[in-house]
């Protein structure tokens, strides 16, 4: 309510217009020529805006009736409580009383709805600092808010306006709210179903009775908005399983006389469950009808789906919009029979063929816009594919470059016919990737100046180089790799280095590998995800015992020597459909290569091939929850002269990035030990490795952006075999473990966190529960 105990206000009434007409009458009944007019009582409203709404000028011959509807246009514009006319000879003489204005707007109280929300809602209504003050919309303004509150399920909501008058005929106005608690909800009563029970119904309600829960969730307290979708997914529920003439015939909302308990009922008709007795196809159908059919994903004898339905119609539209038709219309219209079947036809609007005008790039700041055209499969001057716009925007958020990609396809004013294509496109770090600065339990404190970037200078060339040394590994390399090096997708790239291992510091035996060269390559796109890539290597590995030593090594450089020059010819083939380059979320990664010395040129000739898959599939429509398998399968073996494979390209298994819980590089047989070493025996790898990992990716609680960061449930198994020695080896000897992980893109590089525990660890395993890496690749 309001209170009005220091000021009055008057409301314009039919008695109002009725004085204004006597007051005229009493001027003079008989017409005059105004000879003049005046205006008195103003202290905000400008004479001119006056002179505006009052219908009468110097000059004018006016009567009671004139002046009467006069007083009337005055009085609508709503800035005045009081007006009088009088006459002084000749002269007409206006007398006004103006209405307030607001000073100052204060709201006390409001913690659910914000003050900067109501006030824009004060603000459209006309109340706003400096505007004349009404009544009238006061107490319009009140309910609005009450009304707001009630939607939420607050009841015993109030609103109390004081009103204080100020000097210079201004007045405050201070809102005070009670917003109340939120009525929770007791009972939730189903009438009328019969096919379902009401435990089913209940389970697709968002709203939901006290629970032990409830405290966390609030899913007992009642909302409109709440209580609407919970009826859409009633009615969609009993749509999609075939009670076309399904209806929720009423819905009440009781409360309690204290307003703090709801209960509500809700009365439904089932009617009968229908099958589908015909399919028909209408309209302009474009292409063939039989391709059209074998689209439609419900047949004869079907029970009726509107999902079904519904989804045929957006499959039926992306066909039409793959040539041309981007905005072809497909509805789907049941036609109910007596006999508890329906016709369905799908009718077919394709509209006009649309071209691209011109395809707009958004938010790219730092990349050309020639690198983004690159990955265009739809292009412009050509008809509006639906398939080739989605195929270019997948190519986009692959490149790794951003953090999302959006498409729209306006229409171009004045031209039915044509449309834009707009990719807006938010950029993040490419390069983050690699770090200078860094830290693992494998190889301790990693230093060393490093420039690695996918994205280099905005080009979409793909550099890196620096220097780098740890406990384990010194190395000095450079890279660099053009994906259009020409125009169809050919790319191009080099790199040289050199790497001094010390594998006695990888939890391996104990040896030093020296290894200098270089290598080129080429790659051949075969489609929008497939690619073929040739290269040659060319590389000097140099041997050096350690103290700890295996048998092995000794053995192998007893009979091939230390010093190696080796020219390895690499082959691969890719594909990837995954929907980003980084953190996907949908599509599948797949890569085999295969690895091989030449036997002339090459001192020591061996092959190896690698099989690694990446599977993403999401388990809710936006993405949260995803399903993510892994697999890396490799088998290497010497040829020729070379009866095995060099020990130094042995597979190994264990840590970040592989079997997690056990140490990096520990898992498979260990080496043979020395007769005069004490030490015990380390891993020494094997020429098979048999890896694989399940993981539930699931969001972060309490955070919003989550697009550098990913929290996971795994399940990992793994292990390295060696078939040159003399075991079988066994699927039984594949080592498992499960825990969480976190991984996380920071502007220095990526982090990545795993609690893990070992399921079935064997005499000599050695296992870490937290493992982490920094800058480093995971």
Avoid: C
């Amino acid at each position: 309510m309001i209170k009005r105990s220091k000021f009055l206000f008057s409301a314009l009434s039919f008695f109002t217009y009725l004085i204004f007409g006597l007051t005229a009458l009493g001027v003079q009944a008989e017409e005059f020529s105004v000879k003049d007019i005046r205006v008195e009582g103003l202290q905000r409203v400008s004479a001119g805006t006056v002179f505006s709404a009052f219908p009468v000028n110097v000059g004018d011959e006016v009567d009671s009736v004139r002046l009467v509807e006069a007083s009337k246009n005055l009085f609508k514009s709503g800035l005045f409580t009081d007006i009088q006319l009088g006459r002084e000879d000749d002269d007409l003489i206006i007398t006004v009383v103006e209405r307030p204005s607001i000073s100052k707007i204060e709201i006390d109280g409001n913690k659910d709805i914000s003050t900067e929300d109501l006030m824009d809602g004060l603000k459209s209504a006309g109340m706003n600092e400096g505007q004349v003050f009404q009544r009238v919309t006061m107490e319009r303004l009140e309910l609005e808010i009450l009304r707001s509150y009630v939607a939420q399920g607050r009841y015993n909501a109030s609103v109390e306006a004081e009103i204080e008058e100020q000097p210079r005929n201004r007045v405050a106005i201070k809102l005070n709210i009670n917003e109340g608690d939120v009525a929770s909800i007791q009972h939730i009563n189903v009438v009328g179903n019969k096919a379902f029970s009401d435990e089913q119904l209940l389970d697709l309600m968002e709203l939901k009775t006290p629970g032990l829960f409830s405290v966390f969730t609030s899913d007992d307290k009642y909302a409109k908005e709440k209580l609407s979708g919970d009826l859409e997914r009633i009615r969609s529920f009993y749509l999609d399983r075939g009670y076309i003439k399904f209806n929720i015939e009423s819905t009440q909302v009781a409360i309690s006389p204290s307003k703090e308990d709801v209960f509500i009922t809700l009365n439904i008709t089932e009617g009968p469950l229908y099958t589908i007795s015909d399919i028909q196809l209408k309209g302009e159908l474009i292409v063939d009808e039989e391709e059209i059919r074998r689209l439609v994903l419900v047949k004869e004898g079907d029970t009726f789906s509107r999902r079904l339905l519904t989804t045929t119609s957006d499959v039926i539209s992306r066909r039409l919009g793959t040539e041309g038709y981007t905005f072809a219309n497909v509805n789907a219209i049941p036609e109910p029979h007596d006999d508890n079947t329906a016709t369905v036809t799908f009718f077919v609007d394709p509209g006009r063929r649309t071209y691209v005008r011109r395809i707009n790039f958004r938010g790219n700041v730092n990349t050309a816009d020639e690198v983004l055209r690159q990955e265009m499969r739809q292009m412009e001057g050509g008809s509006a594919s639906t398939n080739l716009i989605e195929t270019s925007k997948s190519r986009l958020e692959r490149l790794g470059y951003f953090k999302t990609v959006n498409v729209e396809t306006p229409a171009v004013p004045g031209h039915p016919d044509q449309v834009d294509v707009n990719y807006s496109v938010e950029e993040q770090a490419s390069g983050s990737l690699s770090a200078s600065l860094g830290f693992s339990q494998d190889s301790g404190f990693i230093l060393g100046l490093n420039v690695a970037e996918n994205n280099f200078f905005g080009t979409g060339r793909r550099v890196s180089m620096g220097i780098n040394t740890s406990n384990s590994v010194k190395s000095a390399r450079f890279s660099y790799l053009n994906p259009y090096y020409t125009v169809d997708g050919v790319s191009r790239g080099f790199s040289v280095f050199a790497k001094e291992t010390d594998f006695d510091d990888l939890n391996t035996s104990a040896y030093v590998l020296d290894t200098i060269g270089g290598s080129v390559t080429f790659g051949y796109p075969i489609n929008n995800f497939s690619r073929l890539n040739f290269g040659l290597t060319v590389s000097n590995d140099k041997l050096d015992e350690g103290d700890e030593v295996a048998t092995e090594v000794t053995d192998f450089i007893d009979e091939h020597g230390d010093d190696f020059d080796n020219f390895t010819l690499n082959a691969s083939w890719t594909r990837n459909t995954l929907n980003r380059g980084m953190f996907a979320t949908k599509g599948l990664s797949q890569s085999l290569s295969f690895d091989v010395t030449t036997p002339e040129s090459s001192d020591l000739q061996f092959y190896k091939v690698n099989y690694r898959t990446n599977f993403y599939q999401p388990i809710d429509r936006f993405h949260n929850w995803v399903i993510r398998l892994r697999s890396d399968l490799g088998y290497g073996d010497g040829y020729s002269d070379t009866s095995e494979l060099p020990f130094y390209e042995n597979y190994f298994a264990g840590g970040m990035g592989s079997v997690r819980g056990y140490e990096s590089n520990t898992l498979g047989l260990k080496g043979t030990q020395n007769p005069t070493d004490s030490s015990s025996p380390r891993a020494f790898g094997g020429n098979v490795l048999i890896e694989g990992s399940a993981e539930l990716i699931f969001p972060i609680p309490f955070v919003d952006d989550q697009s550098s960061m990913r929290t996971a449930l795994f399940f990992d198994a793994g292990n390295v075999f060696d078939t040159s020695r003399d075991y079988d080896p066994e699927l039984s000897e594949l080592r498992m473990s499960t825990g969480l992980s976190f991984q996380w893109v920071t502007a220095i590089g990526p982090i990545g966190f795993a609690l893990a525990k070992a399921l079935n660890k064997q005499e000599g395993d050695e296992t870490q529960v937290f493992q982490f890496t920094l800058g480093q690749n995971f």
